[in-house]
């Protein structure tokens, strides 16, 4: 199975960018559609963005479509999440998630999270 380790969290003014990574190690990397979600306080966790297995296809929710790019660096194994314009509603934490070939929206359907990076963003 996959493992993942999310980095690039921090605190940013509104309207700032952070760049998410997610490092894979163990199980074939470009087996496995990746996505990231978020989990604020009080809240479900939600679904940010999503990206197949080959790169060539990406999902976005609707709240973040336009200001978030997700991305993978196959030979890295690799993802990555630039965020740009961000508001105090994106603030969470955000985590990567491996699911096997296909990704999906719901995050019970995912094989293996990382550990979570803070992404805190001031009005």
């Known amino acids: 199975q996959v493992q993942l380790a999310e980095s690039g969290g921090g605190l940013v003014q509104a309207g700032g960018s952070l760049r998410l990574s997610c490092a894979a190690s163990?199980?074939?990397?470009?087996?496995?559609?990746m996505a990231w979600f978020r989990h604020a306080p009080v809240q479900e966790r939600e679904f940010v963005a999503g990206?197949?297995?080959?790169?060539?296809?990406?999902i976005y929710a609707n709240s973040v479509k336009g200001r978030f790019t997700a991305s993978r660096d196959k030979a890295k194994n690799t993802v990555y999440l630039p965020m740009n314009r961000l508001k105090p509603a994106d603030t969470g934490v955000y985590y990567c998630?491996?699911?096997?070939?296909?990704?999906?929206?719901?995050?019970?359907?995912?094989?293996?999270w990382g550990q979570g990076t803070q992404v805190t963003v001031s009005s």
């Open positions: 990206i197949s297995w080959s790169g060539t296809s990406t």
């Open positions: 998630a491996a699911r096997w070939r296909g990704y999906s929206v719901h995050p019970q359907e995912y094989d293996a």
């Open positions: 163990g199980d074939t990397f470009t087996d496995y559609a």
